[in-house]
């Protein structure tokens, strides 16, 4: 039996634990996250582990709503020591869950705490990871993790005032326009101020879109991102673009669709005048339970995985770009039951690859399961690699995780004499840091 947590977990093989040994102190790119800026160029602290760990974690609060605990202690006015109380209590529940993997390596890569946490052990580990987070802060925790790069999430109206570099992490903004797609008069109005344009018809806004992304790059921004449920199923041309822009508030269902299709490519196509990496996640639906939605807010732990992406709308986004005019693209699907057929997309058309797997799929058999996948549909050898897609400062853990996943895949081929070690050690190496460095520099 392994010790728990020890350095042997998820390593099952002696190649795996080779492999891992050459990928363990790599740096860390993480080219997708939702970090708070303005904590990092402030350098924040946490007063305890309680407000390190519970605040804004949205994986931490569905756990703890699946196992009963009251809104009070997860988005409420209950003080961190308690809420982190009622967390350990549900630990010992999560067996198998990402979260318990996350939780038991953040104790012991942070705080060099080795012991199972529960309700037995909180608040001793709750007194002893709070003496060590006195010496801790946002810029120290990156340093501790190697992090070399931070790609945040930004809004095309957020003014990037806090960009920079922060020690040996360098932190720049990803053009994130989700909320365009509302057609709201209010965001058009914010962006046009922002771009300092009066955004009155289509060649407005695509005016408006071009000065703001040039605004990110110089800022030091090479990747874009998009999140939505899922591909147009029609595109609109430019002409009829203008027309429905301007009857943005009374569009239709289908009408918006197809104004959505038409800046979704015309972004594509701009992203790659500017080198920029686009990211797409799809197949998500958001905000599922009303009433908690009006309390809580977004991005509160009620989204949900949305159905099987249509490969048929997928191949016709990619159509309606040449392949000399596409960005790298990244892919990534909440719903991974079709994955060999998305995967498979990937070979029909340049400057495309699947991402890692996001979110839901983010556990110990949704990674295995993309490993598997991109191996044999698509190319696993120019992935990217992990991404901590978190809010939590603490959440670079996920890496590890990850790494020790992938280097326990290849190793298993290794051992079996189906891939020779020389080409596993080049390869997760890749993975892990130089495919994605290589592409952001080359940017």
Same mark, same amino acid.
């Given at each position: 039996m392994k010790d728990f947590f020890g350095d042997g977990v998820l390593l099952n093989t002696k190649t795996a634990a080779a492999l891992y040994g050459s990928v363990k102190d790599l740096p860390i790119i993480d080219y997708h996250c939702h970090l708070d800026i303005e904590k990092i160029a402030s350098d924040a602290k946490f007063s305890n582990i309680g407000q390190l760990w519970?605040?804004?974690?949205?994986?931490?609060?569905?756990?703890?709503?699946?196992?009963?605990?009251?809104?009070?202690?997860? !988005?409420?006015?209950?003080?961190?020591?308690?809420?982190f109380i009622k967390y350990a209590q549900i630990v010992p529940k999560l067996i198998g869950n990402p979260l318990y993997y996350w939780t038991h390596m953040e104790l012991k890569q942070i705080f060099g705490i080795s012991k199972p946490l529960?309700? =037995?052990?909180?608040e001793g580990i709750y007194a002893e990871a709070n003496k060590k987070l006195e010496a801790l802060s946002v810029q120290k925790l990156l340093k501790k993790f190697g992090v070399e790069f931070i790609a945040t999430t930004d809004d095309p109206t957020d003014s990037l005032n806090f960009?920079?570099?922060?020690? =040996? !992490?360098t932190v720049t903004p990803t053009f994130r326009p989700d909320k365009l797609y509302s057609f709201s008069d209010e965001y058009i109005e914010a962006l046009g101020k922002s771009a300092n344009v009066k955004i009155e018809n289509i060649d407005g806004l695509l005016d408006a879109l071009k000065i703001r992304l040039d605004y990110f790059v110089k800022k030091g921004c090479r990747i874009s991102d998009h999140g939505f449920e899922k591909f147009p199923s029609a595109y609109a041309g430019k002409d009829e673009a203008a027309k429905?822009?301007?009857?943005?508030?009374?569009?239709?269902?289908d009408e918006k669709d197809k104004l959505?299709?038409?800046?979704?490519?015309?972004?594509?196509?701009?992203?790659?005048?500017?080198?920029m990496i686009m990211q797409i996640h799809f197949a998500v639906i958001r905000n599922n339970n009303a009433q908690m939605y009006k309390e809580c807010g977004a991005d509160s732990g009620f989204d949900l995985i949305g159905k099987e992406q249509s490969v048929a709308d997928l191949v016709a986004f990619f159509n309606q770009i040449k392949d000399s005019e596409r960005p790298e693209t990244v892919l990534y699907t909440l719903n991974d039951c079709n994955l060999p057929v998305i995967s498979a997309v990937t070979g029909a058309f340049r400057h495309v690859r699947m991402g890692a797997a996001w979110w839901f799929n983010d556990t110990y058999r949704g990674i295995l399961r993309n490993l598997e996948v991109i191996s044999e549909y698509s190319s696993l050898g120019n992935s990217f690699g992990m991404l901590t897609d978190s809010r939590s400062f603490s959440s670079y853990c996920r890496f590890d995780f990850f790494r020790r996943i992938l280097c326990d895949y290849v190793g298993k081929k290794v051992e079996k004499g189906e891939y020779d070690i020389t080409s596993a050690k080049q390869i997760v190496e890749d993975i892990c840091y130089r495919n994605v460095k290589n592409a952001i520099e080359n940017r």
């Open positions: 519970l605040e804004g974690d949205h994986y931490k609060w569905r756990a703890m709503r699946l196992n009963g605990i009251d809104e009070k202690y997860i !988005t409420g006015d209950a003080s961190w020591h308690d809420k529960s309700a =037995e052990t909180a960009h920079g570099k922060y020690g =040996e !992490t429905l822009f301007a009857k943005r508030s009374s569009l239709l269902p959505f299709g038409f800046l979704l490519v015309w972004l594509a196509k701009e992203y790659h005048k500017r080198g």
